[in-house]
């Protein structure tokens, strides 16, 4: 597990011990999409590896205009892994974007966005490490259909685990045996159908260079969860495009298809994307103190409180889809109260339980899979420093169910709550930016928020849906 190579020296013999005849170059949009620029191996060599390979930015969403078009990517070798899917041998190589107009690493590539985030941190002398540990939830279906025209839009998601498919004619004949709404957590087979496929997955993301440690069905019907060992903020990120590349092919070749959108299910859990945290300098752990309450340090305190301060503006870049919020609501575990509790998985902030100082820290379980991850660690990265600066304090800690509150006994205590909707975290960004600069530069934010406007929040406002037909078409 982890590199297979450490040097531009170890890449070409890694190449050749591996008869590797193409050279994929990835890189991640503001989106968080992977994308990619395959080169013939003969066509690769140490020069361009370390000046950069040049690929047109005009053509990626919200980044470069047609007239200042060219751009590089910077290969980092250390991160090549052989491609599991491809016919021919095939190594990938994560990227990040050069801007040759200004002369600096691109200001909207995600990647170079969360080294800043570590540097800026090592210059305020708070931290010289961060690791975050993503748990990225999933769902596996059968079938997805979906319409959306000027006339008509629907959808229609299909699995055998569902059960809506009780009274369904199956080749081979209907089991019967099915997790039920809310009923998919650990049951063993045959109601856990994904066994085999998850092993497989989890098999695939071991050969790719990721330390897996367990594979178990969620809560709702057909959905999964793969758990991987944490990492530093840039390879934790890099993790999450590796896994989620890997359980969509797998499934995929299995004649499935794999989503991490936050609720495609109406009246069952939602997928979400739980980031561990810690901040570590000269070794030590920031976020530990024994003996004090779970043994979080003022340090650790101060994060929290820094991002729970910003959390509406954060949520742009952690919860960046319309589908986000359809998540976020009371009742189906996704925490969006802000408070924080040791073991509680009803707050938004849980401390997992863990002995001494190797692992203590804090689990922020509100951001989602549709997210940038690169993106998502940044922001909140960046509203944790500005609270040690501020020394912010969060509401908690509380350890009651926060599901059984009322709105209303919610606002008496005086506890903030995310934004409802995707326009609210973006509107919130507009006001509050300031903790995210010099890391997010300006052109960025307006950038992200303005494409986040055109792209999900004015064309969802502006489509009537089903339900809406169902409420007010006879009035």
């Given at each position: 597990?982890?590199?297979?190579?450490?040097?531009?020296?170890?890449?070409?013999?890694?190449?050749?011990?591996?008869?590797?005849?193409?050279?994929?170059?990835?890189?991640?949009?503001?989106?968080?999409?992977?994308?990619?620029?395959?080169?013939?191996?003969?066509?690769?060599?140490?020069?361009?590896?370390?000046?950069?390979?040049?690929?047109?930015?005009?053509?990626?969403?919200?980044?470069?205009?047609?007239?200042?078009?060219?751009?590089?990517?910077?290969?980092?070798?250390?991160?090549?892994?052989?491609?599991?899917?491809?016919?021919?041998?095939?190594?990938?190589?994560?990227?990040?974007?050069?801007?040759?107009?200004?002369?600096?690493?691109?200001?909207?590539?995600?990647?170079?966005?969360?080294?800043?985030?570590?540097?800026?941190?090592?210059?305020?002398?708070?931290?010289?490490?961060?690791?975050?540990?993503?748990?990225?939830?999933?769902?596996?279906?059968?079938?997805?259909?979906?319409?959306?025209?000027?006339?008509?839009?629907?959808?229609?998601?299909?699995?055998?685990?569902?059960?809506?498919?009780?009274?369904?004619?199956?080749?081979?004949?209907?089991?019967?045996?099915?997790?039920?709404?809310?009923?998919?957590?650990?049951p063993v087979q045959p109601t856990d159908s994904?066994?085999?496929?998850?092993?497989?997955?989890?098999?695939?993301?071991?050969?790719?260079?990721?330390?897996?440690?367990?594979?178990?069905?969620?809560?709702?019907?057909?959905?999964?969860?793969?758990?991987?060992?944490?990492?530093?903020?840039?390879?934790?990120?890099?993790?999450?495009?590796?896994?989620?590349?890997?359980?969509?092919?797998?499934?995929?070749?299995?004649?499935?298809?794999?989503?991490?959108?936050?609720?495609?299910?109406?009246?069952?859990?939602?997928?979400?994307?739980?980031?561990?945290?810690?901040?570590?300098?000269?070794?030590?752990?920031?976020?530990?103190?024994?003996?004090?309450?779970?043994?979080?340090s003022e340090d650790a305190l101060h994060y929290?409180?820094?991002?729970?301060?910003?959390?509406?503006?954060?949520?742009?870049?952690?919860?960046?889809?319309?589908?986000?919020?359809?998540?976020?609501?009371?009742?189906?575990?996704?925490?969006?109260?802000?408070?924080?509790?040791?073991?509680?998985?009803?707050?938004?902030?849980?401390?997992?339980?863990?002995?001494?100082?190797?692992?203590?820290?804090?689990?922020?379980?509100?951001?989602?899979?549709?997210?940038?991850?690169?993106?998502?660690?940044?922001?909140?990265?960046?509203?944790?420093?500005?609270?040690?600066?501020?020394?912010?304090?969060?509401?908690?800690?509380?350890?009651?169910?926060?599901?059984?509150?009322?709105?209303?006994?919610?606002?008496?205590?005086?506890?903030?709550?995310?934004?409802?909707?995707?326009?609210?975290?973006?509107?919130?960004?507009?006001?509050?930016?300031?903790?995210?600069?010099?890391?997010?530069?300006?052109?960025?934010?307006?950038?992200?928020?303005?494409?986040?406007?055109?792209?999900?929040?004015?064309?969802?406002?502006?489509?009537?849906?089903?339900?809406?037909?169902?409420?007010?078409?006879?009035?």
């Amino acid at each position: 597990m982890g590199k297979f190579v450490n040097s531009v020296k170890e890449f070409f013999t890694f190449c050749e011990e591996n008869e590797v005849e193409f050279v994929d170059l990835r890189f991640t949009d503001i989106k968080g999409a992977w994308h990619h620029l395959t080169y013939r191996y003969s066509a690769i060599n140490e020069t361009n590896l370390t000046t950069g390979i040049p690929f047109d930015g005009s053509s990626i969403d919200a980044w470069q205009p047609i007239n200042r078009s060219d751009m590089l990517l910077k290969p980092e070798v250390e991160t090549a892994f052989l491609d599991p899917f491809t016919a021919d041998p095939t190594v990938i190589v994560f990227c990040d974007v050069y801007d040759i107009y200004k002369g600096q690493m691109y200001e909207k590539c995600p990647r170079s966005i969360a080294k800043k985030a570590l540097k800026h941190a090592e210059e305020l002398g708070i931290a010289d490490a961060a690791y975050f540990g993503p748990e990225n939830e999933f769902f596996i279906f059968d079938d997805i259909r979906f319409v959306d025209t000027i006339n008509e839009a629907g959808y229609k998601v299909d699995s055998a685990e569902g059960e809506w498919s009780d009274n369904v004619a199956i080749e081979g004949g209907n089991t019967g045996h099915r997790p039920r709404t809310k009923g998919g957590y650990f049951p063993v087979q045959p109601t856990d159908s994904m066994v085999d496929l998850r092993a497989e997955m989890m098999q695939v993301l071991e050969e790719v260079g990721l330390e897996v440690v367990l594979g178990h069905h969620e809560v709702a019907q057909a959905q999964g969860e793969i758990g991987i060992v944490f990492s530093d903020i840039i390879g934790a990120a890099d993790n999450v495009q590796k896994l989620k590349y890997v359980i969509k092919m797998v499934a995929h070749l299995n004649g499935k298809t794999a989503t991490f959108m936050p609720k495609p299910l109406f009246g069952d859990n939602g997928n979400g994307m739980h980031v561990h945290q810690s901040l570590w300098k000269d070794g030590k752990n920031l976020f530990y103190k024994e003996g004090a309450y779970a043994n979080l340090s003022e340090d650790a305190l101060h994060y929290i409180g820094g991002v729970f301060k910003h959390a509406r503006a954060v949520a742009a870049f952690t919860n960046p889809s319309t589908n986000s919020y359809k998540r976020l609501i009371p009742g189906f575990e996704a925490p969006s109260i802000l408070t924080y509790s040791s073991q509680n998985r009803s707050a938004s902030c849980r401390i997992p339980w863990g002995a001494g100082e190797k692992a203590t820290r804090i689990e922020m379980r509100f951001p989602d899979s549709t997210s940038c991850p690169y993106l998502a660690f940044a922001a909140m990265m960046m509203a944790g420093l500005d609270g040690i600066k501020n020394k912010d304090i969060p509401v908690g800690p509380m350890d009651e169910d926060l599901f059984e509150l009322s709105l209303n006994e919610i606002r008496e205590k005086g506890i903030p709550q995310m934004p409802h909707t995707l326009r609210g975290s973006l509107e919130a960004l507009i006001r509050d930016n300031d903790f995210l600069k010099p890391v997010f530069t300006q052109e960025f934010i307006d950038t992200y928020q303005g494409y986040k406007f055109q792209t999900q929040v004015w064309p969802d406002e502006a489509r009537p849906t089903a339900f809406e037909f169902k409420t007010t078409y006879s009035c």
